[in-house]
């Protein structure tokens, strides 16, 4: 079969032609196969969980709407980097979508803390003043961490903390994307092969522990009334799988970069290089990934969740019935008097 490549800065990338037709590099269609059956599997699965979350959604929306918008990080991992497999050109724009969605979910995160909390100013205004050490992996590593004060400037740092991660990941990470748009880079672009490519990682790691620094702030700052939710498990089953879709394609893309996988360790000569290669298992690494962690994750954001909102909601309202109850009573007592 004839051959077409795309070729950009010296890296030779198959059409899609050659993968669907010409059946070249040999091992693309099979890949390109199963990732799409494992990604209808996925849709099924978030189809299901859409659909049972979706009753609680006129009563809980704000809830329903962030539990949701986590849990489509399985999916959306899955199927850009199914489109990363099929249109292998594409992969610098997969790994910038990836990471600007997982980003996002940060913030969907720390609203969903506060609505468990009833809000953000009954979290304020009920936990004002207390002192609090924060010890949520990775952080309880950091003995150097001070005791904090929880206080409205305390949550507004927070927040901030955060919303610098995401603004970073979304502009950096374009900026990044454009800076690999001449393809003189080959596999991948996370590969650590320039100042920028330094900067940028260090930055990246500093930011992250800092939003995980903000919202593990918000989360022990109610920890006593959190811990029934199971808020850590939920968070690290999804935070796992994007940390190790990370590591993956940075590691097997420097061990690319600096030969220390070559064309020789596939077995045989051709015109798709060993980076080529390594792109492809790691994008379809990531969606086996998806497939096995989507289920843990829908299993750890359960209905159940909104039955206790439901619950703690009705607490609320008989504890203000019964303050507005005495403090009328004051006031009929004082009025007498």
Known sequence: AVVSTQSTG???????????????????????????????????????????????????????????????????????????????NAGDLVVFLNEAYESITFIFFMRLLFTYMGGKK????????????LSLPPLCCLICLPRITISHCFFLFCEILIGVYVVFCILFGFVKLVMNLDGSTAYPSNVITSNFGNVYHAALLVL???????LSGIYHSAEGALHHRGIVRKFLIYKSFTVLAKLEDVILGTL????????????????????LR????????????????????????????????????????????????????SENVVSKI
């Not at 992250?208 to 903000?214: D, F, N, P, V, W």
Request: aromatic letters at 12%; hydrophobic letters at 50%.
């Open 208 to 214: 992250l522990l800092a939003a995980i620094y903000g």
């Open 256 to 275: 690319a970069h600096h030969d220390v996988i070559t064309d020789e360790h596939f077995g045989y000569n051709s015109t798709w290089s060993a980076g």
């Open 122 to 133: 009954l979290l304020k205004r009920t936990f004002k003043g207390e002192k609090l050490k």
């Open 10 to 88: 010296g890296a030779s990338y198959p059409t899609v032609s050659d993968i669907i037709t010409n059946g070249a590099p040999p091992e693309w269609l099979p890949f390109v196969i199963i990732g799409s059956i494992i990604c209808l599997v996925l849709l099924g699965l978030d189809i299901y969980v859409i659909i049972k979350h979706k009753k609680y959604s006129t009563k809980f929306p704000l809830q329903f709407l962030c539990v949701i918008g986590i849990l489509q990080v399985f999916p959306v991992y899955a199927s850009m980097n199914l489109v990363g497999i099929i249109v292998p």
């Open 278 to 329: 390594l792109k492809l298992i790691v994008f379809f690494a990531v969606i086996v990934q998806a497939l096995i962690m989507f289920p843990f994750a829908i299993i750890f954001f359960k209905t159940t969740d909104y039955k206790i909102e439901e619950q703690s909601s009705n607490e609320t309202v008989v504890v203000q019935t019964i303050e507005k109850s005495e403090q009328q009573d």
